[in-house]
């Protein structure tokens, strides 16, 4: 009993070292990680507008986008969730970038199977109220009934 008690504290002692040392580690590639992510501008939460493609003043669709922005190479992620027509409780993820003065993003339905799935091409908008609003403009595409579909889109950080 005692050779298989000493052999258990063994394994424990060279095993410690190596779990403690990869917690660590971990941790802070998640603190680095928080401070590149979280220092954009980019980064946080958004509402997108899809206005009514017969009325284009009157907004059909609203949507909360939760943007992760990684400032070291363009790349964006997230999450979608329609929030008007209150009704409507979809929920889509999303990849994508930015570069320049354009984000380019796929998106596709978190639930399946769902055919509710496209992409976004938007422009900054220069002609935004202050420089600290960040507002884009553009088109998302979508595949309706075998036909492509495009629809105007507006997104603007919170």
């Given at each position: 009993?005692?050779?298989?008690f000493g052999?258990?504290v063994?394994?424990?002692?060279?095993i410690?070292?190596?779990?403690?040392s990869?917690?660590v580690?971990a941790?802070?590639?998640c603190?680095?990680?928080?401070?590149?992510i979280g220092r954009?501008g980019?980064?946080g939460?958004?509402e997108a507008?899809?206005?009514?493609?017969t009325?284009?003043?009157i907004?059909?669709k609203?949507?909360s986008?939760?943007?992760?922005?990684?400032?070291s190479?363009?790349k964006?992620?997230?999450?979608?969730?329609?929030?008007?027509?209150?009704d409507?409780?979809r929920?889509?993820r999303?990849?994508?970038v930015?570069?320049?003065n354009?984000?380019?993003?796929t998106y596709?339905s978190t639930?399946?199977p769902?055919d509710s799935?496209?992409?976004?091409?938007?422009?900054?908008?220069d002609t935004?109220v202050?420089s600290s609003?960040i507002?884009?403009?553009?088109?998302?595409y979508?595949?309706?009934?075998?036909?492509?579909v495009?629809?105007?889109i507006?997104?603007t950080k919170?």
């Amino acid at each position: 009993m005692e050779t298989l008690f000493g052999t258990i504290v063994w394994v424990i002692e060279q095993i410690w070292p190596g779990v403690l040392s990869s917690a660590v580690f971990a941790f802070i590639v998640c603190i680095v990680n928080k401070v590149i992510i979280g220092r954009s501008g980019y980064s946080g939460d958004w509402e997108a507008e899809i206005p009514k493609t017969t009325e284009p003043d009157i907004v059909d669709k609203k949507d909360s986008w939760k943007i992760k922005h990684r400032k070291s190479d363009g790349k964006i992620e997230g999450r979608i969730k329609r929030i008007y027509p209150y009704d409507d409780k979809r929920k889509w993820r999303f990849y994508g970038v930015i570069r320049e003065n354009h984000m380019i993003v796929t998106y596709w339905s978190t639930k399946q199977p769902s055919d509710s799935r496209g992409c976004m091409f938007v422009t900054l908008d220069d002609t935004r109220v202050s420089s600290s609003q960040i507002v884009y403009r553009g088109q998302y595409y979508k595949q309706e009934s075998g036909k492509l579909v495009s629809r105007t889109i507006k997104l603007t950080k919170k």
